[in-house]
């Protein structure tokens, strides 16, 4: 029997790139290529790219420059390894890669994953490939399903794409030139998907997309439907305890998804939705299609639905013309909002973008200075949210071991992080938690006396 070969894929940016790596990995087990956690001793690796952040090109030639030299260490082993590029900078730097980095065997762009046993299969034979096209075919329907035992090894909480790419072209942004026009996978696809899950463990399921409550894919009537909808029926699936959705766009937040939130026991009452500014005057100039007025009042309407509603949001501070009075709007509208955390970043141009081009960029000390002041906030906004939960009892989702002996991690209907003792066999129940003390980033609790017994007894331990 021939041993399998090895592919290492590496992933970098957000959740939905992590996704690609596994559906990658999926997809290459039946070309006879298993994964390991190792790139020295893989046949293939994979560089699953992200270009949101600044200068990501050169970080990826200087990755590549870290594997050309296993690349090398291998041959003198007597071993061939191919090197790919994938992800949003193979799509923006196409053939660049191939001109640039002798070592890379082929590069492959988001869209054409399920292409990838056949590209190896030509790189094999010396040829360098390339393919960056937005094909007419579903990716995703073409793409290997997981195997169960993978499900197993990713453990109780999952990602499925359901809708990528983005229509909304923000002045800042790359993904609608990477991630091309949005497309959205069709309900019963999803549902199949999300079943497979569950049947292997599968306890929590968060949908991603780029402009994920954009979402408009065909249900089994090829009627559209919309996010709610979808929701509402991955909802029926069997063993499906919790959904969750991100990232969304406050112009999508239609009432559908919003009466999904009130009435849907399943999902979760979190919502990222980034904002990126408080200055109506900047939120024009960033195309976001929204005011300040629509945001505070999408929050009223959300919170009127589900009173518990935990919000989260994106934040770039000194983007182009950004003036001082631009920031005290932004704080204030972060407390009148009381996010739950946020991700926060100074602006810095991405090239091809319209804001790149914009006149008046702001000093980078400035910036910097603004992003501090916005992080101490946000920070502080943070802490009160979780200095709630003092006392209170939760339920928390069992997700893995936790660093010390004995100790479990889970997460709450906030995603806030748990750590408490409590056996592994009650990995993947829900249970409910005392919160006894709460750190910086994580709670901590001890496992209420009313559920001990049912989930000890649930799990047979
Ligand atoms: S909505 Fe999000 S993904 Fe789309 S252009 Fe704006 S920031 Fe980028």
Known sequence: MTQPRKVHVKSFGCQMNVYD??????????????????????????????????????????????????KHAAAAD???????????????????????????????GSQNYHRLPDMIARAENGERVIDTEFPVEDKFEALAPP????????????????????????????????????????VEHIAAEVARLAAAGVREVTLIGQNVNGYHGNDAEGRTATLGLLLRRLARVPGILRLRYTTSHPRDMNDELIAAHAE????????????????????????????RTDYLELIARMRAARPDLAFTSDFIVGFPGETEDDLQDTLALLREVGFAGAFSFAYSPRPGTPAADMDSQVPPEVATDRLHRLQAEILRLQGNFNAQFQGRTLEVLLEKPGRLPGQLVGKTPYLQTVQLMAPPAIIGSLVKVAITDIGSNTLFGVLAESTTMSALETAGA
């Open 147 to 186: 195997a169960r035992e993978q499900i197993a090894k990713r453990g109780v909480s999952a990602f499925v794409t359901v809708q990528e790419g983005c229509d909304k072209f923000c002045t800042f942004c790359v993904v609608p030139y990477t991630r091309g026009a949005e497309i959205s996978r069709p």
């Open 264 to 291: 849907l026991p399943e999902l979760m009452p979190y919502v990222h939705l980034p904002v990126q500014s408080g200055s109506d005057r900047i939120l024009a100039a960033m195309n976001r299609k929204h005011t």
């Open 78 to 108: 007597g071993r061939k390894m191919m090197i790919a590029v994938a992800g949003c900078v193979a799509q923006a730097e196409g053939q660049e890669i191939l001109r640039r980095a002798g070592a890379v065997d082929l590069v492959v």
């Open 21 to 70: 790596s596994h559906r990658m990995a999926d997809t290459l087990l039946p070309a006879g290529f298993a994964e390991t956690a190792s790139p020295a001793d893989a046949d293939l690796v994979i560089l699953n790219t992200c270009n949101i952040r600044e200068k990501a090109a050169d970080k990826v030639y200087s990755e590549i420059g870290r594997m050309r030299e296993l």
